[in-house]
């Protein structure tokens, strides 16, 4: 749906990089599905995919969207990719355990994947938002 969405987003908006990212964070979304966990290397490469690219979609779009929705759209991808990125800063750079290692590493995916998966029906609702803030109601 991402990937398919990105046609009509690439349409409504000028920014040429956000549709980008969306079309790459939903083919790592379909990656992720396509190859489950027992599936290695795969599900791993695609799972990574989703995450980084997630979390640059979400913080590009919040040049799309406008206020107040623009600082959660800041907030969500931040909290995600910080999470990430520290995590392989301590693993790689560092070589000492995150101080995250205490969630665990389920603990520690959630945190990089719930802003993602928070995000995504909360963009749906923003564009499905008239230019009043009146969402689309096919009574009217």
């Given amino acids: 749906m991402a990937v398919s969405g990105t046609c009509f987003v690439s349409r409504a ?20 599905g396509v190859f489950p966990g027992n599936v290695t290397p ?3 490469l695609f799972a990574l995919l989703t995450f ?4 640059i979609t979400v913080v590009l ?4 969207v406008s206020r107040p929705f623009s600082f959660l759209c800041g907030l969500f991808g931040g909290i995600s990719l910080t999470v990430l990125v520290s995590v392989f ?10 101080p995250l290692a205490a969630l665990g590493s389920g603990g ?18 923003y564009l499905l938002a008239d230019a009043d803030g009146d969402v ?5």
Avoid: K, N, Q
Wanted: aromatic share 18%; proline share 8%.
């Fill in 13 to 32: 908006t000028d920014r040429r990089g956000f549709p980008v990212a969306l079309a790459i964070f939903g083919s790592g979304a379909f990656g992720v």
């Fill in 42 to 44: 795969w599900h791993g």
């Fill in 52 to 55: 980084f690219s997630g979390g």
């Fill in 61 to 64: 779009s919040s040049r799309v």
């Fill in 89 to 98: 800063f301590y693993g790689l750079v560092v070589g000492g355990p995150s």
């Fill in 108 to 125: 520690i995916e959630r945190w990089v994947a719930y802003p993602i998966i928070i995000w995504v029906p909360a963009f749906g609702g």
């Fill in 136 to 140: 689309d109601r096919p009574d009217r």
